[in-house]
């Protein structure tokens, strides 16, 4: 069953199969992924974080606008964007008075692990070529998990 709502290519790839296939491209050292599964996510919340600072609607237009980008590839994604942002919304909700200082020193942490793992992957981050790449980034983590539990995308 095709789960995605974007058209294939005449190869018959679908976009966020070639999306990811690219992204993995430069993340197959084991310590680099290891370091994106747990710096993606912690990115994730910081900058919902900040922007829940600077103005609650900028968060929300921001996960508005990346659901429809998760929509286009798949709604398998999709959906667990949609669960894993409210999760993260949850949570900065919850901070309270220090969300903004704890948002910037988890986003500059966690983009620091990031480098650090790309100066051990000895490539580039897929978003220099592409700023999509940073949308692919939270998939290329749900995708190995959906692999572990067997969901198809």
Request: glycine share 6%; no cysteine; net charge positive.
């Amino acid at each position: 069953m095709n789960h995605t709502t974007t058209p294939t290519a005449s190869d018959g790839t679908r976009q966020v199969d070639r999306l990811l296939a690219h992204y993995s491209e430069s993340h197959q050292n084991p310590k680099n992924e290891l370091i994106h599964f747990i710096a993606i996510p912690l990115i994730m919340l910081s900058l919902l974080g900040m922007m829940l600072t600077l103005h609650p609607y900028l968060a929300y237009a921001f996960i508005a606008a990346s659901m429809v980008y998760y929509l286009r590839l798949s709604l398998v994604f999709f959906g667990a964007m949609i669960l894993w942002s409210a999760i993260l919304l949850a949570l900065v909700h919850a901070v309270g008075e220090l969300l903004l200082p704890l948002s910037v020193g988890i986003f500059v942490g966690a983009w620091i692990l990031q480098f650090v793992g790309h100066k051990l992957e000895g490539k580039k981050p897929s978003f220099f070529e592409d700023i999509q790449y940073l949308w692919v980034g939270p998939l290329f983590v749900l995708s190995k998990l959906f692999v572990k539990l067997g969901i198809r995308w």
